[in-house]
């Protein structure tokens, strides 16, 4: 049964003009989350991702995912050192005379 | 040329062209930090980011004749000790890669996904140092094509024009690049979606 309702509902996304299928909606989805979307795929993007349980849920743990990167390396971005050696300056002025 | 001063970036470029004292004193001094920085979080740790570094200015002297201009200076040097820096990483990386298509979410006429339940915010999750590690461990496992454009992107906060400027590539392919290393992530890390890496 669920599958044959997932099958009526590629079928609506298939034919139906202006829906996404999940194929193309995951081509989408990188630029919407970063807001970088233009308007008109927006919208397209969007009715499908309100239809599609599945590209909801991927849309999530995508969402989820990228944040979880930035934040994990929050740390590493902000290391304690803040300049470059001194020594190393003289040794690649050095090495570039 | 006076290093302590600071020249517009045309006027540095000519300096440099013509060899003039100081002039690559002056570069190196006003991108020194910034790079060196970059170097540290590259390759975790100062000693070899002072080898990347030196690399990359000792290659941006033998090549500054070369410059076009048309990237920035900045971009231009990023990109050299960027690649100095991946360069050595590249030389003791490898073992825990993942081919990228294994990663790849499989959509034949529609997606199979399971409903997420995230029950508490990404920060308290990143807040616990074992599942931040847990999750720096997944990013390091990508393949360096696309862990370098995540990173640079998404960790570094350059826009599609930058990354592509210092990568040397296509802003097509940094973007098709950063979704996959953006799915192949997530994928990586549905253990600890599911609950299944240990919380504690």
């Known amino acids: 049964m669920k599958r044959i309702l997932l099958k009526l509902e590629y079928l609506m996304f298939k034919h139906v003009p202006g829906m996404l299928t999940c194929a193309e909606a995951d081509a989408f989805i990188s630029d919407y989350v970063d807001g970088l979307l233009p308007a008109a795929q927006r919208r ?4 499908h991702i309100r239809m599609c349980r599945p590209c909801r849920a991927y849309l999530k743990a995508y969402r989820r995912t990228v944040t979880l990167a930035r934040l994990s390396a929050a740390e590493q971005r902000a290391p304690a050192v803040t300049r470059m050696p001194e020594e190393l300056v003289h040794a690649i002025l050095a090495a570039c005379k | 040329m006076n290093p302590a001063s600071a020249p517009d970036e045309a006027q540095l470029i000519a300096a440099l062209r013509r060899g003039e004292g100081g002039a690559f004193e002056t570069l190196v001094r006003q991108h020194g930090d910034a790079l060196y920085r970059l ?8 000693a070899e980011a002072r080898d990347a ?7 941006a002297y033998k090549e500054i004749k070369s410059f076009e201009a048309r990237a920035s200076l900045k971009t231009w040097l990023y990109r050299i000790v960027l690649n100095a820096a991946l360069m050595r990483r590249r030389s003791r990386q490898r073992k825990n890669e993942v081919a990228i298509d294994e990663l790849l979410p499989q959509i034949d006429e529609f ?3 399971p409903d997420w339940n995230f029950t ?3 920060e308290d999750t990143v807040a616990r140092g074992h599942l931040r590690q847990h999750i720096r461990a997944q990013i390091e496992r990508l393949p360096e ?13 350059y826009d599609t024009r ?16 950063l979704h996959r290393a953006r799915a192949a992530l997530k994928t990586l890390l549905e253990p600890l979606y599911k609950g299944e890496v240990a919380s504690s």
Do not use: C, P
Not at chain 2, 145 to 157: C, K, N, P, S
Not at chain 2, 162 to 177: C, I, P
């Open chain 2, 53 to 59: 570094v030196q690399d990359g200015f000792i290659s």
């Open chain 2, 111 to 113: 997606r199979h996904e």
């Open chain 1, 44 to 47: 397209k993007f969007e009715r």
């Open chain 2, 39 to 46: 170097a540290v979080r590259v390759l975790g740790n100062e």
């Open chain 2, 120 to 122: 508490e915010s990404a």
């Open chain 2, 145 to 157: 094509a696309y862990r370098t454009v995540l990173w640079l992107r998404d960790i570094e906060g």
């Open chain 2, 162 to 177: 930058e990354t592509a400027e210092m990568l040397g590539d296509s802003e097509g392919s940094v973007k098709v690049r």
